[in-house]
């Protein structure tokens, strides 16, 4: 059954008095919020932090403008990391155990900071890679957010005009994802400039594959790179997938400045808090200032972000914020700056609020010491303003080692016993480092709240000689699907009973036509109700979809020319079980491919 935490109530009243106003405008208006995230878009790729290979002067002025919060944390990888800017709370705490079926999503009493904003009467819009769970009541517009455009799984496997979905809906995007998902910002800022408006724009960028286009690669494709001063990174670096994410990163800069000439052109530049950062460590070995670790790594490599955010008039220009700070201070730090109460959350916030460092109205060093936790599968460590402690027990002197040399815990013993026992008592209190759910995860089904649901084989199984496409399975398909007997099956928990119209996205060349299709609800081994069946009546267009663009070799599946074909209409019953897609009669020798099954209420 889908998973509820025990909410507690906490009240918290946010209301400072900073540099001019917080809350306020000199206008009296509420400020705008825009948000950007990348995607394993490492501390180390940007031009402002060193970088020779690369040039960002859109994303380096957010910090010529603003403030640089120089020592942010986030998590060794992508989904839990949303959900700690989410909710202001440490993952760990709600569930999130994975990045993919399922085990990316936070407990429905979590409170998201869309649901802060769009009670505080703000218009709410995600545009990109929400990956924190995919059906209602999990799906973004169910969790605060009016408007989303782009996909709800943990990587896409096609970044040209691919199959995206709007509020639910499947849909083509249109052109480049970075270029597109840009344009749906730009669009709702446009729209909504008259109001308060909060726009998250999570990007899906430099995420494997490395697919680029010829226009943003060509100044990389042959680009001699400097290597990182560590000697391990230099080593390790796969020349290609450095320079396509060198290219990618430079085509979020030139998105980021999209967003801030938007802004000026509205005259909504002094009104408008621009936040950014990264959700974890590069996604491969290259320059990043000398950092031990990369993406799933609990090292610096692998947690340290950059942050920055401006706010003209009420963050100094070029202030720098040398405090630690995570993913999980920035919803309590934009609703303090904006005046948004927080209400009832569903335990207390672990994040502080940096709105009074930012914008001057306190002594940084006047800041008392506090923690930050890190937990990912079994590796765990904790970072102080000075050191961080490994659940291994080295400690590493941050300070004055940054990139994480030596072991210093025989010199500080006492630190060393310290800050592992809070750890212990950290991982012991949030469950932190255990596998996650036991068992098959359920999927939720007919939401009322929700018209269409999408169920992918990324949360699905399948029996028999039936194969998935990698072992990625967030943007996969299934394919030899030869033998009757086999099933693809999704176990669901149908929240309400109704009809719903069914429709399925799938491949086939021209032997495959003709086969049985047929779709049922089971329960207890029982089939429930009457199944609906339809037969295949047309081929799909063979090979992958822009894989000319990748420019180096991806681990991840590829991506098909998928076509809509009706199953027909089908009744489910309010009950748990499983949706099991069968083909009683299969023609030709490899079957028919399948990607995705959407289910619209149609009662």
Request: glycine share 10%.
């Amino acid at each position: 059954m889908i998973r509820i935490a025990a909410a507690f109530t906490v009240a918290l009243l946010l209301n400072l008095a900073c540099f001019h106003r917080v809350g306020r405008s000199e206008s009296g208006v509420r400020p705008n919020v825009v948000v950007v995230l990348t995607d394993d878009q490492g501390w180390g790729d940007l031009s402002l932090h060193g970088n020779p290979n690369l040039n960002t002067p859109h994303i380096d002025s957010l910090a010529r403008d603003g403030a640089n919060v120089k020592n942010f944390y986030v998590c060794a990888v992508c989904s839990p990391t949303r959900a700690e800017f989410l909710t202001g709370r440490y993952h760990t705490r709600m569930g999130v155990y994975s990045t993919s079926q399922g085990g990316e999503r936070f407990d429905l009493a979590e409170r998201t900071i869309g649901d802060v904003f769009s009670e505080a009467g703000y218009q709410t819009a995600a545009y990109g890679k929400w990956h924190s769970g995919m059906q209602a009541p999990y799906h973004p517009n169910s969790r605060g957010f009016g408007d989303f455009y782009g996909f709800c799984s943990g990587h896409w496997g096609n970044y040209f005009s691919p199959i995206l979905e709007h509020n639910g809906r499947v849909v083509h995007g249109n052109g480049f994802i970075t270029n597109d998902l840009t344009d749906h910002a730009i669009d709702f800022i446009q729209t909504h400039r008259e109001s308060p408006f909060f726009v998250y724009l999570p990007l899906n960028t430099p995420h494997a594959p490395m697919q680029v286009p010829d226009e943003d690669w060509k100044p990389f494709s042959e680009k001699e790179l400097v290597p990182d001063p560590r000697p391990e990174n230099a080593k390790r670096q796969k020349t290609d997938h450095t320079r396509a994410a060198m290219a990618l990163c430079e085509n979020i800069d030139r998105n980021v400045g999209r967003i801030l000439q938007t802004l000026d052109s509205l005259q909504l530049a002094d009104n408008t808090i621009v936040a950014f950062f990264c959700d974890n460590g590069p996604n491969g070995y290259r320059f990043n200032g000398g950092l031990r670790g990369v993406k799933g790594s609990v090292h610096e490599g692998g947690l340290r972000s950059p942050c920055l955010i401006r706010w003209p008039g009420h963050i100094p220009a070029g202030a720098e914020i040398s405090s630690i700070a995570g993913a999980i201070d920035l919803l309590p730090t934009l609703t303090d700056l904006t005046g948004v109460p927080v209400g009832q959350t569903a335990g207390p916030l672990d994040g502080i609020s940096l709105a009074e460092q930012l914008t001057g109205a306190v002594d940084q060093s006047s800041q008392p010491d506090r923690l930050l936790y890190s937990a990912w599968r079994a590796k765990l460590s904790v970072r102080s303003q000075q050191f961080r402690c490994h659940l291994n027990g080295t400690l590493y002197d941050i300070e004055n080692d940054r990139g994480e040399l030596d072991d210093v815990s025989k010199q500080h013993a006492d630190i060393a016993k310290q800050l592992h026992s809070q750890l212990i008592k950290w991982r012991d209190e949030t469950n932190a480092g255990k596998a996650g759910e036991s068992g098959e995860p359920i999927f939720a089904v007919g939401h009322l709240d929700a018209e269409w649901t999408q169920l992918p084989v990324r949360d699905a199984t399948a029996t028999g000689e039936i194969r998935r496409s990698s072992k990625h399975p967030n943007s996969t398909y299934f394919f030899n699907w030869v033998k009757s007997d086999d099933t693809i099956d999704w176990n669901v928990d149908v929240i309400s009973e109704g009809t719903f119209d069914v429709q399925l996205w799938y491949g086939s060349d021209e032997s495959a036509v003709g086969t049985d299709l047929e779709l049922a609800f089971v329960s207890d081994g029982n089939v429930i109700g009457t199944p609906t069946t339809a037969k295949v009546k047309k081929s799909t267009p063979a090979g992958f979809v822009a894989d000319q663009y990748d420019r180096a070799p991806r681990t991840e599946g590829y991506e098909k020319d998928w076509k809509p074909m009706s199953l027909g209409r089908i009744r489910l019953p309010e009950a748990t079980g499983t949706i099991r897609l069968r083909a009683p009669n299969i023609q030709g020798d490899s079957g028919v491919e399948v990607r995705l099954i959407v289910l619209r209420r149609v009662n």
